[in-house]
């Protein structure tokens, strides 16, 4: 079956730490995506990551991909009050199909 | 300004009442596809479809149609919604495999309930 994992499914943080979002797959992929939701908004990209070792970095929020052990992370730097929102990785397997974990809501205090 | 609309935002209706929702992009994509989400279950894919007349099934397909006759649309349509088909709907569109990039834009969502 496919899968893809996301861990933790929930995440509140003090602002000025760091911490890692984990997503796991469970088959072969060409690409990775992962994205944010606001409460009741629509789906924002945040990176494409496209082969193994790739690293994309904006802001606080740096992804990587490891192909070989079917993991991407999304860390986040020295978290602010403004990164609080769920994040979504999507998988994109073969003939385009996407899957998408169940998304990490992340709550940052301040 | 690039963008992937889609309409109505709002829907209430019952049970076996045939509906459409639109969906439209202008940035010459592709690649469209319509995805579904719900509380606890993330986004999952009920259509997909790389180019004119080809569409494909994602995940959850089941009562579900589209049609892909134009390059910018991609309708959805319930033949006869029932209430378990209550939920966020959201289109989405990007360039096709040859790139030049992979980006998936998402229109603002339709929030569908069926009574």
């Known amino acids: 079956e496919l899968k893809v994992e996301q861990n933790p499914l929930f995440l509140s943080m003090q602002e000025g730490k760091n911490y890692t979002i984990y997503c796991n797959y469970s088959t072969t992929s060409d690409r990775l995506y992962w994205y944010r939701q606001d409460p009741g908004k629509s789906l924002e990209s945040l990176f494409v990551?496209?082969?193994?070792?790739a690293v994309k970095q904006e802001g606080r929020l740096m992804a990587s991909l490891d192909t070989k052990a079917r993991l991407s992370t999304l860390h986040i730097t020295a978290a602010v009050h403004d990164l609080s929102a769920t994040y979504f990785c999507a998988v994109d397997i073969r003939d385009d199909k996407i899957i998408f974990g169940k998304g990490t809501r992340l709550h940052i205090l301040p | 300004e690039a963008q992937v609309t889609q309409n109505p935002r709002y829907l209430i209706t019952v049970t076996g009442k045939k509906l459409t929702v639109t969906c439209s992009q202008n940035m010459n994509h592709e690649y469209m596809s319509w995805y579904r989400q719900d509380p606890g279950l993330g986004l999952r894919q009920i259509y997909y479809?790389?180019?004119?007349?080809?569409?494909d099934k994602g995940d959850v397909p089941e009562g579900y149609k589209v049609s892909r006759k134009e390059k910018r649309n991609f309708p959805l349509i319930l033949e006869s919604p029932s209430p378990n088909q209550t939920s966020l709907y959201f289109c989405?569109?990007?360039?096709?495999?040859?790139?030049?990039?992979?980006?998936?834009?998402f229109g603002p969502g339709t929030r569908l309930t069926v009574t």
């Open positions: 989405a569109s990007k360039p096709g495999l040859a790139g030049p990039s992979y980006e998936q834009y």
């Open positions: 990551l496209l082969s193994n070792g």
């Open positions: 479809s790389m180019n004119v007349e080809v569409t």
